[in-house]
C-alpha cells in the first residue's frame, strides 16, 4: 500500500498514526529528514516527533520518553565523548533525547511517572488541563452574556491552537470544526457548557480507547463534589 504523505494525512489518519505508535507527519516532513531517519534506529514505540522533527515531550508518554532517552544513552555510550558532545548540539531525534537523558543525570528508569519537578508528558498534561478546562465549566456564569460568551470563544479558540501537544490540538480543532456545527462550544449557560466539555473530553477517550464518562456527573465531578460526600 503506498504511504500517504504526511501534508495530505488528515487529522484522522494522524491520529491512528498517532495511537498506533507510528511516526507522526513532523517526523519525517522533508526529504532530508527521510535520508538521515533511514541511518538512524526506528524510534520507540509512541513516540511522537515534532513539526520541526524534534521528539514532542508534551505529544509522548513519560514510557516511551523514557525508552527514547534510553536507546540514545545506549547510542551515545557506543561513540566517543567528543562525538557525544557534537550530536548533543545538534537537532536530530537521537541526539535531542541523548541531552534528555544526559539531563537526567541517572540511567533512565522504565517507570511509567517521573518525580513531581520534571516537566510532564502527554498525561499529565492532558490530566492537568482537563482539570483547569472542566473547572473553567464549573465557574462559569448560570446564565452568560453575551461579552462572557464572547471571552470564552476566544479562549476556546486560541487554546485549540495553542495547546502544547501538537497533534492534540489539530485534533481537537477538526473536532470543534466538525462542517455540521455539531461541535460548536456551547455557551449559553453552565449547564449547556458543561456538557459540551464532557462531550469534548469523551471524544478525546474515545480517541485514546478509554471508557466513556457518563456527563450527568460533570457537575458532581467538577463542581459541586459526589452526592456521598466524600469531597466535603
Ligand atoms: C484538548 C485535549 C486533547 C487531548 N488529545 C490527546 C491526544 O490526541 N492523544 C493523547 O494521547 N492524549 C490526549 N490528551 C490527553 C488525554 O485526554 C488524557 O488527559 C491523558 O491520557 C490522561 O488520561 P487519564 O486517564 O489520566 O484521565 P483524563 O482523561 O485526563 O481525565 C481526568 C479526569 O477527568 C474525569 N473525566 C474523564 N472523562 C471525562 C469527561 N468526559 N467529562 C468530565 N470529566 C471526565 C475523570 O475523573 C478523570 O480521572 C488530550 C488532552 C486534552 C486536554
Partial sequence: MAEIP??????????????FNQQTPGASSSKAAQDTDSKKPPLPKGVVLDKDGKPCRTCTSVAS????TKQAKS????????STTSSATSSSP????????AAYGTTPSTS??????????????????????HSMAATYPEKADTQQQRDMQGFLKLFSRLYP??????????????PSGRNEPRLGSRAEFGWWMCDAHNEVNRKLGKKEFDCRFWEERWRTGWKDGRCD
Wanted: negative net charge.
Fill in 75 to 82: 547510542d551515545s555510550s557506543s561513540t566517543s565523548t567528543s
Fill in 65 to 68: 520518553w523514557r525508552a527514547l
Fill in 6 to 19: 504526511p501534508e495530505q494525512m488528515d487529522s484522522q489518519t494522524r491520529a491512528q498514526a498517532h495511537l
Fill in 112 to 133: 511509567t511517572s517521573t518525580p513531581a519537578d520534571c516537566p510532564p508528558d502527554v498525561e499529565e498534561l492532558g490530566r492537568s488541563t482537563w482539570t483547569l478546562l
Fill in 94 to 101: 537521537a541526539s535531542f533525547a541523548a541531552a534528555a537523558a
Fill in 165 to 178: 501537544c501538537w497533534v492534540c490540538a489539530d485534533d481537537f480543532q477538526a473536532w470543534m470544526a466538525h
